[in-house]
T-cell receptor, first 115, second 110 residues
Framework: NAGVMQNPRHLVRRRGQEARLRCSPMKGHSHVYWYRQLPEEGLKFMVYLQKENIIDESGMPKERFSAEFPKEGPSILRIQQVVRGDSAAYFC?????????????FGPGTRLTVL | QKEVEQDPGPLSVPEGAIVSLNCTYSNSAFQYFMWYRQYSRKGPELLMYTYSSGNKEDGRFTAQVDKSSKYISLFIRDSQPSDSATYLCAMSANAGKSTFGDGTTLTVKP
């Protein structure tokens, strides 16, 4: 029973390029959450998605960032025209249901470095 | 001001010591309180989950929540070198996003 999978694990981009981060939730999970972790800081919520729907994007920067979770395939976090300040670890988590008592399981993260 | 403040550490203790990790928060709407353990360059792993005020024990770990003081704690008894990690508190008002503290790095020395 595979856990949450994220790829790539490490991603290097030059300023101005696009970054695409992928998250495959645990089997049977239809809720996905994206968090960003800057060095020496905790995780900051970005977006919560259910299949084909964005439920809460209150933590997403207004520009350059977008997320989707299509009916088929992984959830994608897309960062356009990356800047050095986007360098961070990006984690996704998944849960089975929407209830607050449902555990969020985290993936290993994608470490983005912007040169 | 951050919604969740966590004792920054780092914390270094000898093997066998009792460890106390603490967080305070300002949002009265938080009802669900979690503690995660994160090893270096890994994803967070859920350790303890508590709803509302009270205590919860699981093996060597005890989580305490005091909603009246907006204060939560995680106690680790008989600490082991394998407990060395960063511990993150997290809180949620309802389904969806969790708000995390910045983490406390713990080192347990043999």
């Amino acid at each position: 029973n595979a856990g949450v999978m994220q790829n790539p694990r490490h991603l290097v981009r030059r300023r101005g390029q696009e970054a695409r981060l992928r998250c495959s939730p645990m089997k049977g999970h239809s809720h996905v959450y994206w968090y960003r972790q800057l060095p020496e800081e905790g995780l900051k919520f970005m977006v919560y998605l259910q299949k084909e729907n964005i439920i809460d994007e209150s933590g997403m920067p207004k520009e350059r960032f977008s997320a989707e979770f299509p009916k088929e395939g992984p959830s994608i976090l897309r960062i356009q025209q990356v800047v050095r300040g986007d360098s961070a670890a990006y984690f996704c988590a998944s849960s089975h249901t929407r209830t607050a008592t449902d555990t969020q399981y985290f993936g290993p993260g994608t470490r983005l470095t912007v040169l | 001001q951050k919604e969740v403040e966590q004792d920054p550490g780092p914390l270094s203790v000898p093997e066998g010591a009792i460890v106390s990790l603490n967080c305070t928060y300002s949002n009265s709407a938080f009802q669900y309180f979690m503690w995660y353990r994160q090893y270096s360059r890994k994803g967070p792993e859920l350790l303890m989950y508590t709803y509302s005020s009270g205590n919860k024990e699981d093996g060597r770990f005890t989580a305490q929540v005091d909603k009246s003081s907006k204060y939560i704690s995680l106690f680790i008894r008989d600490s082991q070198p394998s407990d060395s990690a960063t511990y993150l508190c997290a809180m949620s008002a309802n389904a969806g996003k969790s708000t995390f503290g910045d983490g406390t790095t713990l080192t347990v020395k043999p």
